[in-house]
């Protein structure tokens, strides 16, 4: 069977860009990596990592490029991992990650899944909509947290400089 994919460039414009691709199911996500590499113009020598992702595109287990885990913590491999074991009907979804130092973030969703079609190589490029910027767009990190809630532990009123009623006698052990 053929998976037909749609991968879209993160960012924060209006222009969206995306490439529709397709690749054989029992391809490596390796071969999958490549594919986007190449239909987005990078050179493909920068490191790069999927990441399983749910209907909110929360970031879940990693399938990486190259094993930089310490022993003990298993990490699922793009050279050896076959991608129908991971992308199916009930699990649609990854992120993509490549290049650690500049942060290009791709979503990549499974469209559909069909047969193979007689004559077409593949992996094959079907589509491409908008160009990639020169640069990986900026990233902002932002904790979803409620500003009443925060604590700040340098506002404990004492100060530092008035040693006589820092107390450290009381709570000398």
Do not use: C
Request: no cysteine; charged share 30%.
């Amino acid at each position: 069977m053929i998976y037909r994919f749609r991968i879209i460039l993160d960012n924060d414009t209006e222009d969206d860009v995306f490439r529709d691709i397709e690749i054989r199911e029992t391809d490596t996500m390796e071969d999958l990596h490549n594919v986007i590499t190449q239909s987005f113009g990078f050179d493909g020598m920068e490191m790069a990592s999927f990441y399983m992702s749910d209907e909110q595109w929360n970031q879940g287990e990693e399938i990486a490029m190259m094993d930089m885990s310490e022993a003990g913590n298993e990490v699922k491999m793009m050279s050896t991992t076959i991608i129908k074991d991971m992308i199916h009907e009930a699990s649609t979804r990854l992120i993509y990650l490549y290049d650690f130092m500049n942060m290009w973030t791709f979503y990549v969703e499974l469209g559909e899944i069909v047969e193979e079609a007689e004559g077409t190589d593949y992996p094959n490029l079907m589509y491409v909509h908008g160009q990639i910027p020169d640069q990986a767009p900026e990233k902002t990190f932002k904790a979803d947290e409620d500003e009443d809630d925060l604590y700040n532990e340098f506002e404990d009123d004492l100060d530092p400089n008035d040693y006589d009623n820092l107390n450290f006698d009381e709570n000398w052990n």
